[in-house]
T-cell receptor
Framework: TQLLEQSPQFLSIQEGENLTVYCNSSSVFSSLQWYRQEPGEGPVLLVTVVTGGEVKKLKRLTFQFGDARKDSSLHITAAQTGDTGLYLCAPETTSYDKVIFGPGTSLSVIP | SQTIHQWPATLVQPVGSPLSLECTVEGTSNPNLYWYRQAAGRGLQLLFYSVGIGQISSEVPQNLSASRPQDRQFILSSKKLLLSDSGFYLC????????????FGAGSRLTVL
């Protein structure tokens, strides 16, 4: 059974600050998705990373997939209140029909 | 374009009562379908998933069950609700091939009293 961890569990920062959240496992993944969930809504896909060492940018968000494809990070530059939400990672494994999510990082950006 | 509908949005039920949450997908065929439950401020717990009509995989033994009577319909049920069944229930679908990207419904908030 793979163990999927996300850190930190909670993060509260001031608007304009930078932050990084992490998704880690002991397993190798063929790809990994990052989602953001706003309160009372369903998660929405942000990005899929596929290649080890891959870096993808989505405006102020930078996603990186580890070289060994066991971990990933999400860096947010100059956070805004609209970035508030629960950030979830979901790796694709050999059981690709079964989609398991990490426990999430709850981000609160304070104006 | 594909859309996913989930209802009811909010439900308050007494302990011991039955439950039925319904999810339908439009604009695609033979999707993978998923039910997740989320406690307040926590991550998503996979309850059931289905790769085709009548094919249900259960991830967590409990008093819930799922059915897929039609290709694009996924139903979550219980005969007798427990207090611990309270939570935010999310239905999702994916194409099931390649990168397994999920699209979620708006969720159903269940409170068991």
């Amino acid at each position: 059974t793979q163990l999927l961890e996300q850190s930190p569990q909670f993060l509260s920062i001031q608007e304009g600050e930078n932050l990084t959240v992490y998704c880690n496992s002991s397993s190798v993944f063929s790809s990994l998705q990052w989602y953001r969930q706003e309160p009372g809504e369903g998660p929405v896909l942000l990005v899929t990373v596929v290649t080890g060492g891959e870096v993808k940018k989505l405006k102020r968000l930078t996603f990186q997939f580890g070289d060994a494809r066991k971990d990933s990070s999400l860096h947010i530059t100059a956070a805004q209140t609209g970035d508030t939400g629960l950030y979830l990672c979901a790796p694709e494994t050999t059981s690709y029909d079964k989609v398991i999510f990490g426990p999430g990082t709850s981000l609160s950006v304070i104006p | 374009s594909q859309t996913i509908h989930q209802w009811p949005a909010t439900l308050v039920q007494p302990v011991g009562s039955p439950l039925s949450l319904e999810c339908t997908v439009e604009g695609t065929s033979n999707p993978n379908l998923y039910w997740y439950r989320q406690a307040a401020g926590r991550g998503l717990q996979l309850l059931f998933y289905s790769v085709g009509i009548g094919q249900i995989s259960s991830e967590v033994p409990q008093n819930l069950s799922a059915s897929r009577p039609q290709d694009r319909q996924f139903i979550l049920s219980s005969k007798k609700l427990l207090l611990s069944d309270s939570g935010f229930y999310l239905c999702a679908w994916s194409q099931g091939s390649g990168a397994n990207v999920l699209t979620f419904g708006a969720g159903s908030r269940l409170t068991v009293l």
